[in-house]
């Protein structure tokens, strides 16, 4: 079946955000697009066409509320006749660089293995590595339910989370459900199983952001000076349904961040610092891009309060990186501030105050797509600067 929803009345700036949003409604749909003002969506629902317009119309007006529309921003451009304009997506499985185990899943080989590796290098010896007293962290991949409770995420993103639980310590349990597999001749992905009588509620849920877990470190302590920087990379996971389809939307990725902690001097001017070395890196390496203000996809009813205040206060500013096959732009690097936010929740204090924090993300897989997007595999092709950094690294790396 086919469901198609005016699109009248909604702001043209929120009708991505219903597309994205739209994914979640019902598990039955199959594809979504935007066309001729509307919105098309194939499904195989048991509450038909009615069902499905009845949940979209209630987006609709979740999107249209506050804010009509949030105008475009731009802060930075960077303008480039890139020379490739191929489905770099298609190149790369055609030639099995990368094998797609499904949409938003892939096995990474060479050389964009090497590239993901390389961009990481340079974003920490780039713009980390450029802040007086930075420090690296580790994190796990996983995080504790109570801690992503604290920031918020299960009721700004409920959609995103990937939750980990385990068979019951039981031994019965345990027994039986080993059983049902051997005589059900292997794991069925249909196959039924009552979640709560052989799992117990998740303790833990995969990590959808790498910052979280700086501040979890940081939880109930005093900063002795004005604040801190940190470096981590982790790998980091969120559900997007059928948007996994969409280029650069991974299930599974590896986030670098910058994240700056203590009083709000400190974080804004390190903030402001962190842009200007984004921009100069993107003109270094010529990759057509722009900066604008922008807001984080909150699924919820306060969607629009949250996503006003962000562009009101100018919170968050993404760098996008042209994707010429498909003529859109992916946000492939953050710039977040958060105010007080994480230094309440998690009791992190600047003297008597709660500290401030704010981030600068890099997601390297989409640095990775979207370069090579811009200028192929023929590394003929490449900026000078970009290529000569890259073999230089190369060198030191084997």
């Not at 702001?11 to 994914?23: F, R």
């Not at 105008?71 to 191929?86: C, D, R, S």
């Not at 489905?87 to 899943?105: M, Q, Y």
């Not at 370069?371 to 092709?381: N, P, R, S």
Request: negative net charge; aromatic residues 12%.
């Amino acid at each position: 079946m086919e469901c198609v929803v005016s699109l009248e009345g909604l702001a043209s700036s929120q009708h991505g955000q219903l597309k994205y949003a739209s994914a979640f409604i019902d598990e039955t749909i199959s594809d979504i697009r935007l066309e001729g003002g509307s919105i098309h969506i194939v499904h195989n629902s048991p509450k038909g066409n009615e069902g499905i317009e009845e949940r979209v119309r209630k987006l609709i007006e979740r999107f249209s509320q506050g804010d009509f529309g949030f105008k475009e921003n731009i802060l930075f451009e960077h303008q480039v006749a890139t020379p490739y304009e191929g489905d770099i997506i298609a190149e790369l499985t055609e030639r099995k660089i990368i094998k797609v185990l499904e949409p938003g899943l892939f096995i990474f080989r060479e050389p964009f293995s090497s590239l993901m590796r390389f961009f990481d290098y340079s974003f920490v010896s780039k713009i980390a590595g450029r802040f007086s007293g930075v420090t690296e962290e580790q994190y796990p991949a996983v995080i504790h339910s109570t801690t992503l409770n604290k920031t918020n995420h299960f009721t700004s993103f409920p959609e995103h989370i990937h939750f980990l639980t385990h068979l019951r310590e039981d031994l019965d349990i345990i027994e039986a459900f080993s059983q049902s597999i051997r005589e059900a001749g292997g794991w069925k992905e249909d196959m039924e199983l009552d979640l709560n009588a052989n799992m117990p509620l998740p303790k833990f849920t995969m990590n959808p952001s790498t910052c979280y877990h700086c501040y979890e470190g940081l939880q109930n302590e005093t900063l002795e000076s004005d604040g801190l920087i940190v470096t981590a990379i982790s790998k980091c996971h969120r559900f997007e349904s059928r948007n996994h389809t969409d280029f650069g939307r991974l299930l599974d990725f590896s986030m670098r961040e910058i994240i700056f902690v203590g009083k709000p001097e400190f974080v804004k001017e390190h903030r402001l610092q962190a842009i200007e070395y984004l921009k100069e890196l993107a003109v270094e390496w010529n990759v057509d891009s722009l900066l604008e203000i922008a807001n984080d996809p909150f699924f919820t009813n306060d969607f629009q309060v949250k996503a006003s205040f962000q562009r009101n206060q100018e919170m968050k500013y993404e760098l996008r990186l042209t994707i010429p096959s498909v003529g859109k732009s992916i946000a492939c690097s953050s710039v977040n501030f958060h105010s007080n936010t994480f230094g309440n929740a998690f009791n992190i204090k600047v003297g008597k105050r709660p500290a401030v924090t704010g981030c600068v993300g890099f997601g390297i897989e989409r640095w990775a797509f979207a370069f090579l997007a811009q200028y192929g595999l023929d590394e003929a092709q490449w900026p000078a600067a970009f290529r000569e950094q890259y073999h230089a690294w190369q060198a030191k790396a084997l």
